[in-house]
């Protein structure tokens, strides 16, 4: 049943012509010379460029940096095939400017960072980078105090592609700006912060040429963000606005553009007039250490299908405010609230968001002191509940984790930081919340190691992150979902893991440890009760809503 060493033969030969190799037969008797042939032969010759530009798409800027090394052709095909270019932007890169982007000709996305100690490029320089990068469309410039207004405004005339713009710690101002939306007609974002020319009496800037294509505004740190009330007002298609650190009094730009918001609605209604421009488009909004009270909050109100609203460290905020958003804002899916401990905010506006917001998916709670009532309400009515952050609140102890325990199903995340809850809530979370995947613990002192540990065991694909042991339950969740983003619910990798075999060596001590401490499990009957008591006062909860 051999085969004949002919067919073998012409089998090899086959299969070397195929793939281009070359048989020790072809180059004779010779094998250092056929050696030599073959580490000569250059394999990635019969790929396309498109191909190889492909694969380096996959690598870091370091291993690209390195392949532009192997040849003139990797060489080229990483030139025309980068799109994002990040310099930094000292005044003595600007003699080699020509050359960078002569090799670098396809960039659309441009990041300009010069530091604090050095001299940033020029307007020249600015001006020519325009020139040659016809294509770009997104430009971020960090501490590039040597650009002023006219080289914005020349930079802008350039790029009329221009889609997004970050910008911050420059000294250039209105003028620059205004220059930018009235040239750059297709821009989408705009990213302002800490800009030195935005000062006391600064001229009024947009919106604009960009009125009808912004979508995204952010200002940042700004002494006088009052000068961008006509841009923030005046567009049309604003689907997402943060106003962060920034001085002065906002409740009047936020009723502005409520007020614009319910005059679009009425004069389509009346008028039944079709306009390219949807004044019913805002869907986040993200307000933080503002000036700003319950007025702006009902004004912001008037925008309905407003998904993700964050209300950080505004003081002046209150439960009737929230109340308000919560009424009028029934697609709400992601709210983070920070009540700087002020406890203006409270039971009463989240219960008010359980009854009104069906569709949340996502809630932060930070420093406010909520209760089993309110959190109970939530747990109850908001069933597609996800992503839950309880973090420095007084209030929220074993009561109401076991009452989320309970009735969050859908809860995949959980984190709860500085709150009073001990062993008994970790306890209530090992048969509740089926859907739980990842659970973070920090600053919660009543919480011991050893209820980790039990936990881990009770929920193996549990993935448990624990400032006083890490234990990891031995697989990365994979569900994000965007998740949260604030200080101390961000869901980190855990540091450290427990293996399998320290586990089993000491789990029999410390378990025992813990049932001596939960004495002999005694609480589950107060768990228990907790969960029997919720379930028949099902009706009260809802009476209250």
């Not at 040849?71 to 005044?91: N, T």
């Not at 302002?192 to 604009?208: T, Y």
């Not at 986040?284 to 912001?300: F, K, M, N, T, Y």
């Not at 065991?457 to 549990?462: K, Y």
Request: charged share 25%; with cysteine.
């Amino acid at each position: 049943m051999g085969q004949s060493p002919s067919a073998a033969l012409d089998r090899e030969s086959s299969f070397s012509h195929r793939f281009g190799f070359l048989s020790s037969s072809s180059l004779g008797s010779s094998d250092g010379f056929s050696d030599e042939i073959l580490a000569n032969r250059d394999y990635t010759a019969e790929i396309p460029d498109e191909c190889l530009a492909y694969v380096f798409q996959f690598l870091g800027h370091g291993d690209r940096n390195r392949c532009s090394l192997v040849c003139k052709r990797w060489l080229c095909v990483d030139g025309w095939s980068r799109h994002r270019l990040s310099l930094d932007a000292q005044s003595e890169i600007e003699a080699s400017l020509p050359s960078i982007f002569m090799r670098f000709d396809s960039v659309t996305k441009l990041t300009l960072r010069c530091s604090r100690r050095s001299i940033s490029l020029s307007d020249r320089a600015l001006v020519a980078i325009s020139i040659r990068c016809q294509n770009l469309t997104r430009l971020k410039l960090r501490g590039c105090r040597e650009i002023s207004d006219e080289g914005m405004s020349a930079f802008a005339k350039n790029s009329k592609n221009l889609r997004k713009l970050s910008c911050g710690s420059c000294t250039f101002g209105a003028k620059a700006l205004n220059a930018v939306l009235d040239y750059c007609s297709n821009l989408e974002e705009l990213s302002v912060k800490r800009l030195r020319g935005i000062h006391d009496g600064a001229e009024a800037i947009g919106p604009g040429a960009a009125a009808s294509s912004l979508k995204t505004i952010c200002l940042k740190e700004l002494v006088n963000g009052q000068s961008f009330e006509p841009l923030v007002v005046g567009a049309k298609n604003l689907k997402a606005l943060k106003i962060i650190h920034c001085l002065g009094d906002w409740d009047r730009v936020l009723q502005l553009i409520g007020n614009r918001n319910r005059n679009g609605k009425e004069n389509i209604h009346l008028n039944n007039y079709n306009s390219k421009g949807n004044n019913d488009a805002l869907m986040e909004i993200h307000l933080e250490r503002l000036q700003v009270s319950d007025i702006g909050l009902s004004a912001i109100s008037k925008c309905t299908k407003i998904e993700n609203l964050h209300i950080v460290k505004t003081p002046d905020c209150s439960n009737y405010g929230l109340i308000s958003v919560a009424e009028h804002c029934k697609l709400l899916k992601k709210l983070h609230v920070d009540g700087w401990r002020t406890n203006r905010i409270g039971d009463e506006g989240l219960v008010a968001v359980a009854k009104h917001c069906p569709n949340l998916e996502e809630l932060v709670l930070v420093g406010v002191n909520a209760t089993h009532l309110s959190l109970g309400a939530i747990a109850s009515n908001c069933s597609k509940l996800e992503r839950l952050a309880l973090c420095g609140s007084g209030t929220i102890g074993n009561t109401e984790i076991a009452c989320i325990a309970a009735k969050c199903m859908a809860l995949k995340k959980l984190c709860i930081k500085g709150c009073p809850i001990s062993d008994i809530a970790i306890e209530a979370l090992g048969s509740g919340c089926p859907s739980l995947v990842k659970i973070k613990l920090r600053k919660c002192r009543g919480v011991s190691c050893e209820a980790g540990e039990w936990l881990r065991e009770q929920r193996g694909s549990l993935v448990i992150n624990m400032d006083a042991c890490e234990i990891d339950g031995g697989f990365e969740a994979s569900v994000s979902n965007g998740g949260i983003h604030e200080v101390g619910v961000d869901f980190p990798q855990v540091v450290s893991q427990v293996t399998d075999r320290d586990a089993s060596t000491s789990s029999n001590g410390r378990l025992a440890l813990l049932r001596s401490k939960f004495g002999l499990f005694a609480s589950r009957n107060f768990v228990a009760c907790t969960f029997r008591r919720w379930s028949n006062n099902d009706d009260s909860f809802n009476s209250n809503l």
